[in-house]
């Protein structure tokens, strides 16, 4: 039995199968021979010898089916597995794309996420939720709560008891656990022999794939055994991880050969596993021998025990190259034995951890990954799994680097590593008993080590430092983001983060880790050319210090919060002040940076500012116990001062050289995501610098580093040895502004997080309105993105509302789609607005500028303040008393040294110094008098006050008391040619003066340079041995006074001004009169008492100098008494003001530019008046129509003959038949009226299985359907002219109203086709833009030279009777048209016929049976008058009540383009016999004879559309037409319509009242008025019909829709109106455009007497009292006989064909307009629906699925599965449902695209969220509804066909969507 072979037939298995498995249940397992059966007939199907063919394959699986399922059935052996399930989790694993939903209500990790079943099914309203499409798959969490809140759980997992899942029977998984083992061996052979090592490091791609696709089955087999649930889950997990089970299987032992080599290979594999080099036996000695005790592991460089680096040989060289880069410190690894398995070689002990170990090899095979993240809901496996992905996690790192798709692959890693580690359980076990930080800080190291490079900043020769290559396809490629984003989550865990910061082992290496990116990515300075190329490494240095260093913080610094956590915060500052010195050691750095270097990268100075900042906010730490001596803070802050510098520099253009990357640096550097990791850290440790160091020292270190010492003095001219001059201005605005920031920020200084939130927002809402999500992206909230909320109690929410009102989006017709934007409220700009925010976090400059413009109009509009406002000064939030010191930096006579002589220079107008530099001059006065120091006792001093300065320029260092100080003379240094040089010095020098002169001046000129090296020479003395000092005086030799340059003298100024008398002077300067400042306090002592005068609060620089002004009074007596006197001397004049030419040309030049500025606002604004004008008239917007162009039709009657203006060439004149003139226009197919449908009830778009749309009741089936019907039973040419086509694809015809000449039009093309430029449309095509209105065309539609003294002489009445004018308009139809003579209006007339046919395909316009026949043709020229004005009509709204003020109108050019069909229609004669105006007005003898002899009858009258014939009796006449003619023709053809609705009324009605009605009117037939009375007239029709068998059948089919209402003479008479009105409406449109004259308006009820008195079909004698439809009939001949005549054709039509003659007779009257699908209120039921929906032609789901909103058809869109010769399924969707025009909604971007002809465009959504934005592709994934406005919008373009001229951005299609 044994020898049943593995081709064995199913019936065979399955005995064999229940055989074995009654034999092991039966006996102990132990019974040797049936296991011993099983495991050879395993080994046989299994064996990768039995070959890897399919059939092997599968024949395999076969057997593991019937084995497991014991015999039975496998789907019955799995329901009943499936019954056993006690999972509680959803567990469903899902890939990339995948879309998902993540709620943070209920979320308490933040990577947690749910599929979209759990999602529906919890209970998520009003929940902060959003979709999202996966980026690297994932797993629901629905039911485990570790990760999400309960509360959010769906119905299904809930959490159910244990008790209630019963146990599992032994028998039933028996089988299971004897196979499995076997099966998973099987596997791992697979993966053993498939695996080659690689040659060379490359990996051949090929045989891995192959390998993986043989084993595909296998996997999905196992796929199939996780989601049997619980009860095989365990079965595997115990498979998986049982360590027997893999010892005898897999050891390679036994006689096996095939198993013996697979094990071989595998070993070779194992080799490299490690992170030591196998062949390295010093290391591993080492290593054996420490084992026990601690091991020290040498971390670097040094030699042959090097474990840095990989354990390929190929990376070998990587260490000889980089040996000698310097001694880095010893770091002892770790003290446990454990950490050894990090540089091991791995050993493994269980199936789990090779199949972890294969899976890794080969690259994370997507199937593997799915499979061991199902087995996740088993708590045993998950464990089991954890631990076993960790043991290997240094091979993932080795695989990674090595990876050629390391995008892909990093994917799956974190698919898999973010299930794990984001359970705060799991990863704090895995943590204590695997090491977990220990092996990630390694592993992270040792990825980094590879790439490092040695640092060149600042000491290039000596520098021990190395740094990160940022080229490197390591970090250029973000390869390490998988392993630093599983850092960041499980730091994000309390116990695992605190486990961090209590390890200073861990610490120093983090730090070590940290001060590889220190300094990274170093810009130097170009001086000379340009460079050649530019690197864009700087992105990815900016995205390593985010992700690895500054990500990894922010995750710490958020477990810092309380003061229980001081301990760690110590730590970490303790070893980055270590980390720090280590650093300027390596550099060599000493005090000077050196010039024209800079860094962005300084994450160890932010590392410890934040942490700083912390201490303090959070954790009530003692700032000063947390920092260095004086000597490491002036290090500190050299760096980062350096960096502020360099922005000014760039922003100055002086790195210009560089290239436009070093802008993108700079503007990165402060971008809302990188400020608060970058910006923000820094300016906070120069503000803890500058509160800790001699304030002189820092205020002249800034000036120094600004580059613009020299610039502070205060000769006229000076000598910049740093800068060039065009440099100087803006430098010295970026030192200014930076102090201002420095001075006023306080964002780590004491503001609590709901005012940072609310100062943010303020800021960015003041530069722009913003867009909700946009705000919420400029926010910069704290980056790790693991906190989810943005700090702070408020929400950003509630907090958004205290400070913006929301616009709701707006929508103009021709606009682009507002989406809605918050804009500040009133009172913030009053009373919040702070340009030091704003300056601060401007990406571009121009932002600032944009916030001051708003501000300016806001106070405007307020009314407050009239001219150009200056920035406001706003106060200051409470500063934490630990940073008090900052404000020493106001009270310094440094500073005001400097803000004295920036005021004197700019009084004395010296170097045309902006605005900009004396605001912020004032505004660093103000802070200063705002934070002074109480103490300043006031009277004392002023005794002797005076003579106490000898020493320097000011007596105190405070601001209040120096502000008054006089300083007399000053001597300076200026250039030989400076005209300080030719004065004399005073005779008289004061002793004060001489005093100043020996100190003032030199102290002035170098005071910055020579202060700083003292004070720097003070603090070295202090702190450190003789020995150093030896070295430092030398690199301070390097910067030799900048006043060596040989030509420099000595002048002596006379100054005599204090700091208040210069800001008397400089008020008086400003307003442009003498004595302008008057103190307010003489006239009202009150200003003294209220400090915050609301007056003072915005306006221009005289209100900030009166601001200062007063503050300074109020803060001494003193002040005040010197600004009295001040202004009580008459002031001398201000500096005179011709002080030279060049200044006064300079003066000029301003005055000229200001005038020149105002004129070119005036030209703006009348321009932009004129330009909205023009655009009104072209636009839908409704005008009187005064333009000629406009309104051609119309043209008076006094203008003897039409003249146009040619746009191109402009001149005036006639159209002409040798000069023709014609009118821009657009032709466009159009499917919009086949889009009609008979109900008011709009089509929804559909959103389930239910739902579907069936084209059955649109306008353009039915009379597709009833033209098939007469083609069927009629004579071909007569049906042709019985209806009109066009209802699809028929041809509309726009213009833009402007005109030209033809010939003009043909150059203007030429010049088009030479034009290289990309346009959007196609040239060759015929395509344009109207020269004058940019309006989009294809066509020029011809002229007619008609003149219009000659329309009025047509339409005067004539007296003739009814019967002539039958007679005339015969004769004129019989006259053949001549064929006209050749003139150019007539081949343009051909030629734009031609267009006019080839606009629309050839499907809309063959309808004949014999194709290329003359009916065609003609059937589709008079159609395409009927399309043009049916459209009209529907423009107007469906009637005509409006009248004539319509904006339809100004579109149209009915009257040209009749000319251009009648001219062509009569050249087809109809011949006489034929002609439907006999059958209409003469009564006929012989059409018996007639009928006999036809095979195929001609369409009765009845059946014919009157529309339709109306066009063809009037095109085929000759033009211009007689308004008589007209009318005589209208009057017939109402009577047969008048019968017709008469005969479709008798056919309605049921039998009852016909007999009823036609008894009644029987009566009267004899009444004199007899043919005029519808009683009458329907008897007559009733009994007509009775002849033929037309009535009959009634009761078999219910056509008699209305039998059960009885029909009452109103509604009977309402029936005929309604059926009469839309060909009265016709006809009056074309009376208007053919004879002018206006369109009357009315209510709806009485549309028809109007319309048909403005048709003259009304008699003359009518009184309205008795109004009744038939009063308007006049027939030509007796109505009788002719109705009889009528009658008679169908009864003897019914007799051949009694059931189509009913059908026929019934038209639908009345349609609905175009509507286009009504779409849900909430875009999630479309896209559930939609988004995984499979196509209806190729079955699979789409990629980019859409649907149409005209039909609702479901397309692929750019799915090469759906094309067609070489067309994609939505253009040709586009084509055959709008004949070239498409309306798709893309499903997965909820956006529209608008497809015509040959280009498309995205017209935007018309879905929003609740902020009233678009979301693009879904990326927010937040609950969209729809926008009713700009549906109504999009509908509306459609309809009017305006897609073309009002969306811009068209671009082809190539026919690929």
């Given at each position: 039995m044994?020898?049943?072979?593995?081709?064995?037939?199913?019936?065979?298995?399955?005995?064999?199968?229940?055989r074995?498995?009654?034999?092991?249940?039966?006996?102990?397992?132990?019974?040797?021979?049936?296991?011993?059966?099983?495991?050879?007939?395993?080994?046989?199907a299994l064996?990768p010898?039995?070959g890897?063919?399919?059939?092997?394959?599968?024949?395999?699986?076969?057997?593991?089916?019937?084995?497991?399922?014991?015999?039975?059935?496998?789907?019955?052996?799995?329901?009943?597995?499936?019954?056993y399930?006690?999972?509680?989790?959803?567990?469903?694993?899902?890939?990339?794309?995948?879309?998902?939903?993540?709620?943070r209500?209920?979320?308490?990790?933040?990577?947690?996420?749910?599929?979209?079943?759990?999602?529906?099914q919890?209970?998520?309203?009003?929940?902060?939720y959003?979709?999202?499409r996966?980026?690297?798959?994932?797993?629901?969490?629905?039911?485990?709560?570790n990760?999400?809140?309960?509360?959010?759980?769906?119905?299904r997992?809930?959490?159910?008891?244990?008790?209630e899942?019963?146990?599992?029977?032994?028998?039933?998984?028996l089988?299971?656990?004897?196979?499995?083992?076997?099966?998973?061996?099987?596997?791992?052979?697979?993966?053993?022999?498939?695996?080659?090592?690689?040659?060379?490091d490359?990996?051949?791609?090929?045989?891995?794939?192959?390998?993986?696709?043989?084993?595909e089955?296998?996997?999905?087999?196992?796929?199939?055994?996780?989601k049997?649930?619980?009860?095989?889950r365990?079965?595997?997990?115990?498979v998986?991880?049982?360590?027997?089970?893999?010892?005898?299987?897999s050891?390679?032992?036994?006689?096996?050969?095939?198993?013996?080599?697979?094990?071989?290979?595998?070993?070779v594999?194992?080799?490299?596993?490690?992170?030591?080099?196998?062949?390295?036996?010093?290391?591993?000695?080492?290593?054996?021998?420490?084992?026990?005790?601690?091991?020290s592991?040498?971390?670097?460089?040094a030699?042959?025990?090097?474990?840095?680096?990989?354990?390929?040989?190929?990376?070998?060289?990587?260490?000889?190259?980089?040996?000698g880069?310097?001694?880095?410190?010893?770091?002892?690894?770790?003290s446990?034995?454990?950490?050894q398995?990090?540089?091991?070689?791995?050993?493994?002990k269980?199936?789990?951890?090779?199949?972890?170990?294969?899976?890794?090899?080969y690259?994370?095979?997507?199937?593997?990954?799915?499979?061991?993240?199902?087995m996740?809901?088993?708590?045993?496996?998950?464990?089991?799994?954890?631990?076993?992905?960790?043991?290997?996690y240094?091979?993932?790192?080795?695989?990674?680097?090595?990876?050629?798709?390391?995008?892909?692959?990093?994917n799956?890693?974190?698919?898999?590593?973010?299930q794990?580690?984001?359970?705060?359980?799991?990863?704090?076990?895995?943590?204590?008993?695997?090491?977990?930080?220990?092996?990630?800080?390694t592993?992270?190291?040792?990825?980094?080590?590879?790439?490092?490079?040695?640092?060149?900043?600042?000491?290039?020769e000596?520098?021990?430092h190395?740094?990160?290559?940022?080229?490197e396809?390591?970090?250029?490629?973000?390869t390490?983001?998988?392993?630093?984003?599983?850092?960041?989550?499980?730091?994000?865990?309390?116990?695992?983060?605190?486990?961090?910061?209590?390890?200073?082992?861990?610490?120093?290496?983090?730090?070590?880790?940290?001060?590889?990116?220190?300094?990274?990515?170093?810009?130097?300075?170009?001086?000379n050319?340009?460079?050649?190329?530019?690197?864009?490494?700087?992105?990815?240095?900016?995205?390593?210090?985010?992700?690895?260093?500054?990500?990894?913080?922010w995750?710490?610094?958020?477990h810092?919060?309380?003061?229980?956590?001081?301990?760690?915060?110590?730590?970490?500052v303790?070893?980055?002040?270590?980390?720090?010195?280590?650093?300027?050691?390596?550099?060599?750095?000493?005090?000077?940076?050196?010039?024209?270097?800079v860094?962005?990268?300084?994450?160890?100075?932010?590392?410890?500012?934040?942490?700083?900042?912390?201490?303090?906010?959070?954790q009530?730490?003692?700032?000063?116990?947390?920092?260095?001596?004086?000597?490491?803070?002036?290090?500190?802050m050299?760096?980062?001062?350096?960096i502020?510098?360099?922005?000014?520099?760039?922003?100055?253009?002086?790195?210009v050289?560089?290239?436009?990357?070093?802008?993108?640096?700079?503007?990165?550097?402060?971008?809302?995501?990188?400020?608060?990791?970058?910006?923000?850290?820094?300016?906070?440790?120069?503000?803890?610098?500058?509160?800790?160091?001699?304030?002189?020292?820092?205020?002249?270190?800034?000036?120094?580093?600004?580059?613009?010492?020299?610039?502070?003095?205060?000769?006229?001219?000076?000598?910049?040895?740093?800068?060039d001059?065009?440099?100087?201005?803006?430098?010295?605005?970026?030192?200014?502004?930076?102090?201002?920031?420095?001075?006023?920020?306080?964002l780590?200084?004491?503001?609590?997080?709901?005012?940072?939130?609310r100062?943010?927002?303020?800021?960015?809402?003041?530069?722009?309105?913003?867009?909700h999500s946009?705000?919420?992206?400029?926010i910069p909230?704290?980056?790790?993105?693991?906190s989810?909320?943005?700090?702070?109690?408020?929400?950003?929410?509630?907090?958004?509302?205290?400070?913006?009102?929301?616009?709701?989006?707006?929508?103009?017709?021709?606009?682009?789609?507002?989406?809605?934007?918050?804009t500040?409220?009133?009172?913030?700009?009053?009373?919040?607005?702070?340009?030091?925010m704003?300056?601060?976090?401007?990406?571009?400059?121009?932002?600032?500028?944009?916030?001051?413009?708003r501000?300016?109009?806001?106070l405007?509009?307020?009314?407050k303040v009239?001219?150009?406002?200056?920035?406001?000064?706003?106060?200051?939030?409470?500063?934490?008393s630990?940073?008090?010191?900052l404000?020493?930096?106001?009270?310094?006579?440094?500073?005001h040294?400097v803000l004295?002589?920036?005021?004197?220079?700019?009084?004395?107008?010296?170097?045309?110094?902006?605005?900009?530099?004396?605001?912020m001059?004032?505004?660093l006065?103000?802070?200063?008098?705002?934070?002074?120091?109480?103490?300043?006792?006031?009277?004392?001093d002023s005794?002797g006050?005076?003579?106490?300065c000898?020493?320097?320029?000011?007596?105190?260092?405070?601001?209040?008391?120096?502000?008054?100080?006089?300083?007399?003379?000053?001597?300076?240094?200026?250039?030989?040619?400076?005209?300080?040089?030719?004065?004399?010095?005073?005779?008289?020098?004061?002793?004060?003066?001489?005093?100043?002169?020996?100190?003032?001046?030199?102290?002035?000129?170098?005071?910055?340079?020579?202060?700083?090296?003292?004070k720097?020479?003070?603090?070295?003395?202090?702190?450190?041995?003789?020995?150093?000092?030896?070295?430092?005086?030398?690199?301070?030799?390097?910067?030799?006074?900048p006043?060596?340059?040989?030509?420099?003298?000595?002048?002596?100024?006379?100054?005599?001004e204090?700091?208040?008398?210069?800001?008397?002077?400089?008020?008086?300067?400003?307003?442009?009169?003498?004595?302008?400042?008057?103190?307010?306090w003489?006239?009202d002592?009150?200003?003294?008492?209220?400090?915050?005068?609301?007056?003072?609060?915005?306006?221009?620089?005289m209100t900030?100098?009166?601001?200062?002004?007063?503050?300074?009074?109020?803060?001494?007596?003193?002040?005040?008494?010197?600004?009295e006197e001040?202004?009580?001397?008459?002031?001398?004049?201000?500096?005179?003001?011709?002080?030279?030419p060049?200044?006064?040309?300079?003066?000029?030049?301003?005055?000229?530019?200001?005038?020149?500025?105002?004129?070119?606002?005036?030209?703006?604004?009348?321009?932009?008046?004129?330009?909205?004008?023009?655009?009104?008239?072209?636009?839908d917007?409704?005008?009187?129509?005064?333009?000629?162009?406009?309104?051609?039709?119309?043209?008076?009657?006094?203008?003897?003959?039409?003249?146009y203006?040619?746009?191109?060439?402009?001149?005036?004149?006639?159209?002409?038949?040798?000069?023709?003139?014609?009118?821009?226009?657009?032709?466009?197919?159009?499917?919009?009226?086949?889009q009609c449908?008979?109900?008011?009830?709009?089509?929804k778009?559909?959103?389930?299985?239910?739902?579907?749309?069936?084209?059955?009741?649109?306008?353009?089936?039915?009379?597709?359907?009833?033209?098939?019907t007469?083609?069927?039973?009629?004579?071909?040419?007569s049906?042709?002219?019985?209806?009109?086509?066009?209802?699809?694809g028929?041809?509309y015809?726009?213009?833009?109203?402007?005109?030209?000449?033809?010939?003009?039009?043909k150059?203007?093309?030429e010049?088009?086709?030479?034009?290289?430029v990309?346009?959007?449309?196609?040239?060759?095509?015929?395509?344009?833009t109207?020269?004058l209105?940019?309006?989009?065309?294809?066509?020029?539609?011809?002229?007619?030279?008609?003149?219009?003294?000659?329309?009025?002489?047509?339409?005067?009445?004539?007296?003739?009777?009814?019967q002539?004018?039958?007679?005339?308009?015969?004769?004129?139809q019989?006259q053949?048209?001549?064929?006209?003579?050749?003139?150019n209006?007539?081949k343009?007339?051909?030629?734009?016929?031609?267009?006019?046919?080839?606009?629309?395909?050839?499907?809309y316009?063959?309808y004949?049976?014999?194709?290329?026949?003359?009916?065609?043709d003609?059937?589709?020229?008079y159609?395409?008058?009927?399309?043009?004005?049916?459209?009209e009509?529907?423009?107007?709204?469906?009637?005509?009540?409006?009248?004539?003020?319509?904006?339809?109108?100004k579109?149209?050019?009915?009257?040209?383009?009749?000319?251009?069909?009648?001219?062509?229609?009569?050249?087809?004669?109809?011949?006489s016999?034929?002609?439907?105006?006999?059958?209409?007005t003469?009564?006929?003898?012989?059409?018996?004879?007639?009928?006999?002899?036809?095979e195929?009858?001609?369409?009765?009258?009845?059946?014919r559309?009157?529309?339709?014939?109306l066009?063809?009796?009037?095109l085929?006449m000759?033009?211009?037409?007689?308004?008589?003619?007209?009318?005589?023709?209208?009057?017939?053809?109402?009577?047969?319509?008048?019968?017709?609705?008469?005969?479709?009324?008798?056919?309605?009605?049921?039998?009852?009242d016909?007999?009823?009605?036609?008894?009644?009117?029987?009566?009267?037939?004899?009444i004199?008025?007899?043919k005029?009375?519808?009683?009458?007239?329907?008897s007559?029709?009733?009994?007509?019909?009775?002849?033929?068998?037309?009535?009959?059948?009634?009761?078999?089919?219910?056509?008699?829709?209305?039998?059960?209402?009885?029909?009452?003479?109103?509604?009977?008479?309402?029936?005929?109106?309604?059926?009469?009105?839309?060909?009265?409406r016709?006809?009056?449109?074309?009376?208007?455009?053919?004879?002018?004259?206006?369109?009357?308006?009315?209510?709806?009820?009485?549309?028809?007497?109007?319309?048909?008195?403005c048709?003259?079909?009304?008699?003359?004698s009518?009184?309205?009292?008795?109004?009744?439809?038939?009063?308007?009939?006049?027939?030509?001949v007796?109505?009788?006989?002719?109705?009889?005549?009528w009658?008679?054709?169908l009864?003897?039509?019914?007799?051949?064909?009694?059931?189509?003659?009913?059908?026929?007779?019934?038209?639908?009257?009345?349609?609905?307009?175009?509507?286009?699908?009504?779409?849900?209120?909430?875009?999630?039921?479309?896209?559930?629906y939609?988004?995984?929906?499979?196509?209806s032609?190729?079955?699979?789901?789409?990629?980019?699925p859409?649907?149409?909103?005209?039909?609702?058809?479901?397309?692929?869109?750019?799915?090469?599965?759906?094309?067609?010769?070489?067309?994609?399924?939505?253009?040709?969707?586009?084509?055959?449902?709008?004949?070239?025009?498409?309306?798709?909604?893309?499903?997965?971007?909820?956006?529209?695209?608008?497809?015509?002809?040959?280009?498309?465009?995205?017209?935007?959504?018309?879905?929003?969220?609740?902020?009233?934005?678009?979301?693009?592709?879904?990326?927010?994934?937040?609950?969209?509804?729809?926008?009713k406005?700009?549906?109504?919008?999009?509908?509306q373009?459609?309809?009017?066909?305006?897609?073309?001229?009002?969306?811009?951005?068209?671009?082809?299609?190539?026919?690929?969507?």
């Open positions: 044994a020898g049943v072979g593995a081709g064995a037939s199913a019936q065979e298995k399955r005995a064999t199968a229940a074995l498995k009654a034999a092991l249940s039966f006996s102990a397992a132990e019974d040797s021979e049936a296991a011993g059966e099983l495991q050879a007939l395993l080994e046989r064996s010898s039995a890897s063919g399919s059939e092997a394959v599968s024949e395999a699986l076969a057997w593991c089916r019937c084995l497991l399922a014991g015999g039975e059935p496998w789907d019955s052996f799995v329901q009943a597995v499936r019954a399930d006690p999972a509680t989790l959803c567990g469903l694993v899902w890939t990339a794309n995948f879309v998902a939903y993540r709620c209500t209920c979320g308490i990790s933040p990577c947690m996420s749910l599929c979209a079943e759990c999602f529906h919890g209970e998520h309203a009003g929940h902060d959003n979709m999202f996966s980026q690297a798959g994932g797993a629901c969490d629905c039911g485990d709560g990760v999400m809140r309960e509360a959010g759980f769906c119905k997992h809930r959490i159910k008891s244990s008790s899942v019963p146990s599992v029977p032994k028998d039933l998984l089988m299971s656990e004897l196979v499995l083992p076997q099966f998973i061996f099987c596997l791992i052979q697979y993966l053993r022999e498939g695996y080659d090592e690689p040659v060379l490359v990996p051949s791609e090929k045989d891995l794939l192959k390998i993986l696709q043989i084993l089955p296998h996997i999905s087999f196992l796929e199939d055994l996780t049997m649930g619980g009860a095989m365990s079965v595997l997990t115990q998986l991880t049982n360590q027997q089970f893999y010892k005898d299987l050891s390679g032992g036994g006689e096996n050969t095939c198993a013996k080599k697979s094990h071989e290979k595998y070993l594999a194992l080799k490299g596993s490690g992170l030591t080099f196998p062949e390295d036996k010093l290391a591993c000695g080492v290593q054996e021998q420490a084992a026990g005790a601690s091991t592991v040498v971390q670097g460089f030699g042959a025990t090097s474990t840095s680096g990989q354990g390929d040989s190929s990376d070998e060289e990587d260490q000889n190259g980089s040996q880069v310097g001694k880095r410190k010893r770091v002892k690894l770790s446990s034995t454990k950490d398995s990090i540089m091991d070689v791995l050993k493994h269980c199936f789990l951890e090779e199949l972890l170990f294969w899976t890794i090899k690259e994370f095979p997507q199937k593997m990954v799915t499979f061991l993240l199902n996740l809901p088993d708590q045993d496996y998950k464990i089991a799994f954890t631990k076993t992905f960790v043991q290997h240094a091979f993932i790192m080795k695989t990674l680097k090595k990876s050629h798709e390391s995008d892909t692959m990093s799956r890693i974190v698919h898999i590593s973010v794990l580690f984001s359970n705060e359980e799991l990863a704090r076990q895995v943590t204590e008993e695997c090491q977990l930080l220990d092996i990630m800080v592993v992270l190291l040792y990825m980094m080590e590879s790439c490092l490079i040695k640092s060149e900043l600042q000491d290039e000596n520098s021990l190395v740094v990160v290559n940022c080229g396809a390591l970090l250029k490629n973000n390490y983001w998988p392993l630093v984003s599983d850092f960041i989550n499980i730091l994000s865990h309390q116990s695992v983060a605190k486990k961090f910061l209590e390890d200073h082992r861990l610490l120093v290496t983090w730090m070590n880790f940290v001060s590889f990116f220190q300094g990274m990515n170093l810009n130097k300075r170009e001086l050319e340009h460079v050649e190329f530019e690197s864009q490494t700087y992105y990815a240095a900016f995205a390593a210090e985010l992700e690895a260093c500054a990500q990894p913080m995750g710490l610094l958020s810092c919060k309380v003061r229980e956590t001081q301990e760690y915060t110590r730590n970490v303790r070893y980055c002040i270590e980390a720090l010195q280590d650093w300027f050691d390596a550099i060599n750095f000493v005090d000077e940076p050196t010039p024209n270097q860094t962005f990268h300084l994450p160890l100075h932010r590392y410890y500012a934040m942490f700083l900042s912390k201490a303090v906010k959070c009530e730490l003692d700032l000063d116990s947390l920092l260095p001596d004086q000597e490491m803070l002036m290090k500190l050299v760096h980062p001062l350096q502020q510098a360099s922005l000014s520099e760039i922003h100055s253009n002086m790195w050289r560089n290239g436009l990357q070093i802008k993108g640096q700079a503007m990165t550097y402060v971008q809302s995501h990188f400020c608060n990791s970058m910006i923000d850290p820094d300016i906070y440790l120069l503000q803890v610098c500058a509160s800790r160091i001699d304030p002189d020292y820092f205020i002249s270190s800034v000036f120094e580093r600004f580059k613009v010492v020299d610039l502070l003095t205060m000769a006229s001219q000076h000598q910049n040895t740093m800068l001059s065009e440099h100087e201005k803006s430098m010295l605005e970026g030192a200014l502004t930076f102090l201002v920031i420095l001075l006023s920020l306080r780590h200084l004491g503001m609590t997080d709901d005012e940072i939130l100062a943010e927002m303020v800021a960015q809402l003041c530069m722009n309105d913003r867009t946009s705000l919420l992206d400029l909230e704290n980056p790790n993105p693991k989810g909320i943005i700090p702070g109690s408020l929400s950003f929410e509630s907090m958004l509302s205290a400070v913006a009102d929301f616009k709701a989006p707006v929508f103009e017709p021709g606009g682009s789609m507002q989406q809605g934007m918050y500040p409220k009133a009172e913030v700009w009053d009373k919040e607005f702070d340009p030091v704003v300056i601060l976090r401007t990406v571009y400059r121009r932002d600032v500028q944009s916030a001051m413009d501000y300016t109009a806001f405007k509009q307020s009314g009239n001219g150009n406002p200056w920035p406001p000064y706003k106060k200051r939030t409470h500063l934490h630990s940073y008090k010191g404000m020493r930096l106001l009270h310094c006579k440094t500073l040294i004295f002589t920036l005021l004197y220079k700019i009084l004395m107008d010296h170097q045309n110094l902006s605005e900009h530099v004396l605001c001059v004032l505004y006065i103000e802070l200063g008098l705002e934070n002074s120091p109480e103490q300043e006792s006031d009277e004392e005794v006050g005076q003579e106490r000898h020493d320097s320029w000011f007596p105190g260092n405070n601001l209040v008391s120096n502000m008054r100080h006089l300083i007399n003379y000053v001597r300076v240094r200026v250039p030989e040619t400076a005209p300080e040089v030719k004065r004399e010095p005073p005779a008289s020098t004061s002793s004060d003066g001489s005093a100043a002169s020996q100190n003032s001046g030199t102290v002035q000129v170098f005071s910055l340079v020579a202060e700083r090296r003292k720097f020479q003070e603090i070295i003395n202090r702190n450190t041995t003789e020995a150093n000092q030896a070295v430092r005086p030398k690199s301070s030799m390097k910067w030799s006074a006043g060596a340059t040989p030509q420099l003298t000595t002048a002596i100024l006379e100054i005599k204090s700091i208040l008398s210069l800001l008397v002077k400089l008020h008086h300067k400003l307003s442009g009169k003498q004595n302008s400042y008057y103190p307010p003489l006239d002592m009150e200003t003294l008492i209220q400090c915050e005068n609301p007056k003072y609060l915005h306006g221009d620089g900030a100098v009166e601001r200062i002004l007063l503050k300074a009074a109020l803060q001494s007596r003193l002040n005040k008494r010197i600004i001040i202004c009580r001397k008459v002031t001398p004049p201000v500096p005179p003001k011709k002080i030279s060049a200044e006064k040309k300079t003066l000029d030049k301003e005055e000229r530019r200001q005038k020149a500025r105002e004129r070119q606002q005036k030209l703006l604004a009348e321009f932009a008046s004129r330009q909205k004008s023009f655009m009104e008239t072209a636009m917007v409704e005008l009187p129509d005064a333009d000629i162009a406009m309104e051609i039709a119309t043209a008076e009657q006094h203008v003897s003959e039409a003249v203006d040619c746009v191109i060439c402009g001149q005036s004149g006639p159209s002409t038949e040798e000069r023709p003139a014609g009118l821009v226009v657009l032709l466009q197919a159009s499917s919009v009226l086949g449908r008979n109900t008011t009830e709009p089509k778009l559909p959103t389930s299985e239910k739902e579907q749309i069936y084209p059955w009741d649109t306008c353009a089936t039915v009379y597709e359907a009833r033209l098939a007469l083609q069927h039973l009629f004579k071909d040419s049906c042709l002219q019985s209806v009109s086509i066009g209802w699809e028929g041809v015809v726009q213009t833009c109203g402007h005109t030209l000449h033809i010939d003009c039009h150059s203007y093309m010049s088009l086709r030479n034009d290289q990309l346009q959007g449309f196609s040239v060759d095509k015929g395509e344009f109207c020269p209105c940019r309006q989009f065309a294809n066509s020029v539609l011809p002229c007619y030279p008609g003149n219009s003294v000659e329309r009025s002489l047509w339409q005067c009445h004539s007296n003739k009777n009814m002539d004018l039958i007679k005339e308009v015969e004769e004129l019989e053949l048209g001549t064929f006209p003579s050749e003139t209006l007539s343009e007339m051909e030629s734009v016929m031609k267009d006019i046919k080839s606009t629309t395909q050839k499907k316009t063959d004949s049976k014999s194709p290329g026949s003359p009916d065609n003609f059937l589709f020229m159609s395409v008058a009927r399309t043009n004005l049916e459209l009509l529907v423009h107007r709204g469906g009637n005509l009540c409006l009248g004539g003020a319509s904006t339809a109108g579109r149209s050019c009915l009257h040209q383009l009749f000319h251009v069909l009648a001219m062509h229609m009569r050249l087809y004669s109809i011949d016999a034929y002609n439907p105006w006999k059958k209409l003469q009564l006929m003898h012989d059409e018996n004879s007639q009928m006999s002899s036809e195929q009858p001609e369409v009765p009258v009845l059946y559309d009157v529309s339709s014939l066009l063809i009796q009037i085929t000759p033009q211009p037409l007689r308004k008589e003619h007209f009318t005589c023709i209208i009057k017939v053809l109402f009577t047969l319509l008048y019968i017709q609705a008469h005969v479709a009324l008798s056919i309605k009605c049921n039998a009852e016909r007999m009823t009605w036609m008894n009644s009117g029987a009566l009267k037939k004899s004199s008025n007899a005029k009375s519808w009683e009458v007239l329907l007559h029709v009733i009994s007509e019909l009775f002849k033929g068998k037309i009535y009959e059948r009634e009761e078999t089919e219910d056509l008699a829709m209305d039998s059960t209402s009885a029909w009452c003479p109103h509604s009977i008479e309402t029936y005929l109106q309604q059926f009469c009105l839309p060909f009265l016709i006809t009056s449109l074309l009376q208007h455009h053919l004879f002018g004259g206006e369109l009357p308006s009315c209510q709806e009820d009485e549309e028809f007497t109007v319309l048909a008195n048709l003259g079909l009304l008699p003359s009518f009184q309205s009292s008795q109004f009744s439809s038939a009063s308007c009939l006049d027939w030509p007796p109505a009788f006989d002719i109705i009889s005549q009658c008679s054709e009864v003897s039509f019914a007799d051949k064909h009694p059931t189509q003659v009913k059908i026929l007779l019934i038209q639908e009257t009345k349609w609905d307009l175009p509507r286009l699908l009504q779409l849900p209120e909430n875009y999630n039921t479309i896209f559930q939609y988004h995984r929906k499979s196509c032609v190729c079955s699979k789901v789409p990629k980019d859409a649907v149409c909103l005209v039909c609702g058809t479901f397309v692929c869109l750019k799915g090469l599965c759906c094309k067609q010769q070489s067309y994609c399924e939505c253009v040709l969707h586009s084509q055959n449902c709008g004949a070239g025009t498409g309306i798709f909604l893309l499903i997965n971007a909820s956006v529209i695209i608008i497809i015509r002809g040959h280009r498309f465009c995205l017209w935007g959504s018309v879905y929003l969220d609740a902020h009233g934005e678009e979301d693009r592709d879904l990326r927010r994934g937040k609950p969209l509804y729809i926008c406005e700009r549906y109504k919008v999009l509908e373009q459609w309809v009017s066909h305006t897609f073309d001229h009002i969306n811009k951005r068209w671009g082809p299609h190539y026919n690929g969507l």
